[in-house]
């Protein structure tokens, strides 16, 4: 399996059109993809009102969250430097996958959401992201990011998904200062930090059987780092998406 080399060529897999993070969208992606219609995304309109937290069911599997440009890049500076991750197999706590499509930030924010932790059980058998994960997770980062550069099903899949939301969609071409960041919970417990576009997952700690990824110690360890951030710089351009199961 090869990679590309010209990954940003101007072509229908060389840019994506970028994604709105809102319910409707994710939703509709992560179903097409072959995640069961149980499980879905819920706004997050605060982190810190009980009311408002009270509207999301529980638990909450990942928190998917866009990140503004200057504040990414801030936090990112204050990263230890770290080698690429080249972890593969079942035996690694979360799978990855590098991000070599621009704009695609979305779709790999959906992917590392549905295809970890508590989530992955709500993938029907034999569905596209069934298929995919089964031949991804043997592979090591590059060949994974060739697998989803190649990937035609996942190229249908985001055009539809990039024809929903509240706005019109951008040219592909376009510039975009904004990431999407996705947090996790793992089966080992621990809170991840995964996007495309960083050296690898990070692992942001160790959470209680308990909490789950909207928890307050979940948020403290996870999106808090880049809200503070955000509150110093004055930036609250944020958007939060919660994935969890339907309520009975």
């Known amino acids: ?3 590309p080399k010209n990954l940003d060529a101007k072509g229908e897999k060389g840019f994506f059109v970028p994604l709105e993070n809102n319910p409707e969208v994710m939703s509709q992606l992560a179903h097409e993809l072959g995640v069961s219609s149980e499980l879905g995304f819920y706004d997050v309109y605060s982190i810190n009102d009980p009311d408002l937290l009270a509207c999301i069911p529980r638990p909450v599997y990942a928190l998917l969250a866009i990140v503004p440009d200057k504040i990414y890049r801030k936090s990112r500076h204050k990263e230890p430097k770290t080698t690429a991750y080249e972890g593969s197999g079942d035996k690694e706590p979360v799978i990855w996958f590098r991000q070599t499509i621009r704009h695609a930030c979305g779709l790999m924010g959906l992917l590392h959401s549905v295809s970890n932790g508590g989530a992955k059980q ?48 951008p040219p592909a ?6 990431h ?13 930090e995964l996007e495309g576009g960083w050296t690898g997952p990070l692992d942001r700690g160790e959470l209680g059987p308990d909490e789950d ?20 710089e004055g930036d609250l351009m944020f958007s939060l998406v919660a994935l969890a199961a339907k309520n009975d």
């Open 213 to 232: 990824v909207l928890s307050e110690e979940a948020l403290r360890l996870g999106i808090g780092a880049f809200l503070k951030e955000a509150q110093d």
């Open 122 to 169: 709500y993938i029907q058998a034999q569905s596209t992201l069934d298929k995919l994960l089964k031949e991804a997770i043997p592979l090591e980062p590059t060949q994974r990011a060739s697998l989803i550069y190649n990937s035609e099903a996942l190229v249908a899949a985001h055009k539809s998904a990039a024809q929903l939301g509240d706005t019109v969609a």
């Open 180 to 192: 999407f960041i996705s947090f996790v919970k793992a089966n080992d417990g621990h809170l991840w």
């Open 1 to 3: 399996m090869s990679v």
């Open 173 to 178: 071409e376009d510039e975009n200062n904004q």
